[in-house]
């Protein structure tokens, strides 16, 4: 299974920059994209919207330029579930989960810790997906999770790690997030189980986001992944150039088949 995510500015943007023929081009099984910003209705039954032969489920939020997350998929889902369950967490269209025979697989996309006054919304929301998280490691089924968490989580995950000690998203509190996902809730994290020592980045920011002239990159879109898909993990890597706005997509192979063999 080749599972492909990427955070885009837009659906609408990101095909006029070719997205459609690109991820058609890279035989994915599933792409979870997040920020999609587009009403369902106005994309849905359009080609220019989703690759041939993938199946596309939305989940948008209450302003059409704002969030929004969407599953495409080769496989015909048992269940698509929107949502974590709660208005203010789920305004913005910021979860969709895909059920498949053994496995699901989630598009996810929590509040920038670097966007202003986003502070309590993430907060909110980052404990209501922790809890979440947790709550679901006791059904008998894996997950996968993909999303820009907005963490770098290592000084390894970012290009000028010196310049951002006092960064959103690098701060102290914002990597404790992510330590108690990997080290208490059961989670790997898909692309370090492949490359433990490797420098890669899936987010370039300008200078306007943390006021310094050279930000560098940052590694904050992941998969997370159920400890028990350890060996399923078969590579992982971030696309190195870039060509969608500031995002880099991550292309991850599983051993895993998300419909069950003929009888």
């Known amino acids: 299974m080749r599972l ?13 920059q070719g997205l459609i023929d690109w991820i058609a081009s890279k035989d994915a099984d599933i792409v979870c994209l997040q920020d999609i910003r587009v009403r369902e209705y106005k994309i849905i039954d359009d080609p220019r919207f989703c690759p041939p032969g993938l199946s596309p489920f939305y989940f948008e939020g209450d302003e059409e330029h704002r969030g929004g997350v969407a599953i495409w998929t080769r496989a015909t889902p048992k269940a698509v579930m929107r949502g974590l369950g709660g208005y203010d967490v789920d305004l913005d269209g910021r979860y969709i989960q895909a059920d498949f025979d053994t496995v699901s697989i989630v598009s996810v996309l929590p509040p920038s810790p670097w966007e202003p006054d986003s502070a309590a919304q993430r907060q909110a929301f980052m404990e209501a997906l922790a ?96 400890a ?27 051993d895993l088949d998300l419909e069950p063999p003929e009888s």
């Open 4 to 16: 492909i995510s990427l955070r885009v500015r837009g659906l609408v943007s990101a095909a006029k």
């Open 131 to 226: 809890v979440w998280m947790k709550k679901i490691r006791k059904k008998r089924r894996h997950f996968i999770f993909c999303g820009d968490f907005g963490i770098a989580h290592r000084t390894l995950d970012l290009e000028e790690w010196h310049k951002h000690n006092e960064s959103p998203g690098f701060r102290r509190e914002d990597r404790a997030w992510l330590d108690e996902i990997l080290t208490q809730h059961g989670y790997l994290d898909a692309f370090r189980e492949v490359s433990a020592t490797e420098a890669a980045y899936s987010w370039f920011p300008d200078q306007q986001v943390f006021g310094l002239a050279n930000p560098g990159g940052w590694r904050t879109d992941l998969q997370l992944v159920s």
């Open 228 to 254: 028990e898909l350890k060996r399923s993990i078969q590579s992982a890597a971030y696309v190195s150039k870039r060509p969608f706005d500031d995002r880099a997509p991550l292309i991850v192979d599983y």
